[in-house]
């Protein structure tokens, strides 16, 4: 008799074990929210969207609650260097960018936890109204803990390792049919010392 | 059916259908948090956030570049007006159901001043001369963000959100 309750209370907590692991698992690895790939952007078209699965709603809610639909802007995340690595804050980056296709842009560094990152520098984001361009309206911004000598600069101080960039384009041209090189790229300046 | 196999069903059946309810519940678990932390003075009126910080903590990922006015709406007792002030560079006003769905957004673009709405529940009726949306559900939430990138900006931002309306249709 006790033998059977056992049996069964393990079969319980087995069952709710998997079904915890599974939604951890199809949000972390599965195709959960139909992610498209721009170089070494990811880019969800259903968020906000009316028509999104159970799935991409739940990576939304998570990761971008309030998020407006594609009409009215694009998101697009960036969370690892060309070689697959996490973003880190012992290393400098650069993204250069062409003219963006949409009314207004910006880029947002966000640390692990989705929220801004607690430094002093007031360097969180750079946007169209603010940042230095060259004459054809491409730019150039560093990603670094100190600012040096960049015009454009997003602070890194604090962010540690695995931070996020995110592109908002705000009244993206219609239609929205950009390829890789349309978009920012990013290239590792230098590391200090071995990322652990 | 071996004893054995009994076990294995349940465990994998349960598994099933706390996938399945996780999945589901968690945009309405999610949004159901943020209802109550924007509407913590209560319903159908702004709340015009302080300027984004490392420091705003309700909502992941804001945008600093923004100056954010968030109104929870609760339609149980009549339709909604909603009217954005004018604002001289990019706004936009989103509606979001309970579920988190972006159902409506009007930008700077499409209209020529300010932008009023009424927002109904189903067999709600808006009066005629003015533009009525339908919700999807009872409760959600209105957004505003007007583009305010540096701290002057934002105190204009701020200043022109006063004139913003979230209140019952009743009400004036």
Known sequence: MLKKAAAWAAAVIIGLALGVASVWAALSFGGAGAMEQYGLWRHNSLAGSTAADPYTRTV????????????????????RDEEGRP???SCIYELSSPPLPARWWSVTLYGRDEYLVRNNDNAYSIDASRTLTSANGGWRARISPVRGETANW????????????????????QPFDVTAEELPTLAIVSCTGEAS | MSNGAKYVWTALLLAVAVHLSLIFAAPYVLMGK???????????????????TAESRRIVRPAPDFAYSAC???????????RVAP???????????DNSDNFFVIDDREVEYDAEIVLTRGAQEAPENVTAVASPSTRGIAL?????????????AAAAARGDVCAPLTAD
């Open chain 2, 34 to 52: 943020a209802m109550e932390r924007i509407g913590v003075d209560g319903t159908n009126m702004w709340h015009v956030a302080d300027r984004v």
């Open chain 2, 72 to 82: 929870v709406f609760d339609l149980s007792d009549g339709p909604i007006r909603l």
């Open chain 1, 87 to 89: 973003l880190d804050e």
């Open chain 2, 144 to 156: 505003i963000r007007r583009l305010a990138p540096d701290p002057g900006r934002y105190a204009a």
């Open chain 2, 87 to 97: 604002w001289d560079s990019y706004w936009s006003l989103s509606l979001y159901a």
């Open chain 1, 154 to 173: 997003i602070s890194s101080r604090n962010a540690g390792t695995g931070f996020s960039l995110t592109l908002r384009l705000y009244n993206p041209h």
């Open chain 1, 60 to 79: 939304i809610a998570i990761k971008g609650l309030l998020a407006l639909s594609v009409r009215e802007a694009r998101y697009l995340d960036l969370s």
